[in-house]
Nanobody
Framework: QVQLVESGGGLVQAGGSLRLSCVAS????????MAWFRQAPGKEREFVAA????????YYANSVKGRFTISRDNAKNMVYLQMNSLKPDDTAVYYC???????????????????WGQGTQVTLSS
C-alpha cells in the first residue's frame, strides 16, 4: 500500500502560480511512476502530467504543456506540480496518483494508477 497526501492548493488569480506537493509513504517511492490528474465539477477526471520512476521522463496534457512542470524528489518521497500562467479552466480538484512499475516510464491513463490521494482544490479567480 502507498499513501498519498496532496497539499498546496488554494485560490489564485488568473495568470498566477501555484506549486502542488504530494508526499508518499508506505513503500519504496522510487518503484512508482507518479502522475497528477484533475477533476472539475461535472467533468470526468483528466490526466495532467506524469513522471517516470527516475524522474528522467515526463509527459503533459496538451492543455498544460509549457505552463506546468512535474518533478519528483525520490530522497524525500515527494512529487510536485509547478503551475504557472494559470487560467480559469485550471480550476479543479487535483489528485496525485502512483503506480508500481518495473519500467522507468510514465503512464497517462486513469485506470493505470492504483493509488490516489484525497485531492487538493485549486480555484482560479478571473
Amino acid at each position: 500500500q502507498v499513501q498519498l497526501v496532496e497539499s498546496g492548493g488554494g485560490l489564485v488569480q488568473a495568470g498566477g502560480s501555484l506549486r502542488l506537493s504530494c508526499v508518499a509513504s508506505g513503500r519504496t517511492f522510487s518503484n512508482y511512476a507518479m502522475a497528477w490528474f484533475r477533476q472539475a465539477p461535472g467533468k470526468e477526471r483528466e490526466f495532467v502530467a506524469a513522471i517516470s520512476r527516475s524522474g528522467g521522463s515526463t509527459y503533459y496534457a496538451n492543455s498544460v504543456k509549457g505552463r506546468f512542470t512535474i518533478s519528483r524528489d525520490n530522497a524525500k518521497n515527494m512529487v510536485y506540480l509547478q503551475m504557472n500562467s494559470l487560467k480559469p479552466d485550471d480550476t479543479a480538484v487535483y489528485y496525485c496518483a502512483a503506480r508500481f512499475t518495473a519500467l522507468d516510464r510514465w503512464y497517462r491513463g486513469v485506470n493505470e494508477y492504483s493509488y490516489w490521494g484525497q485531492g487538493t482544490q485549486v480555484t482560479l479567480s478571473s
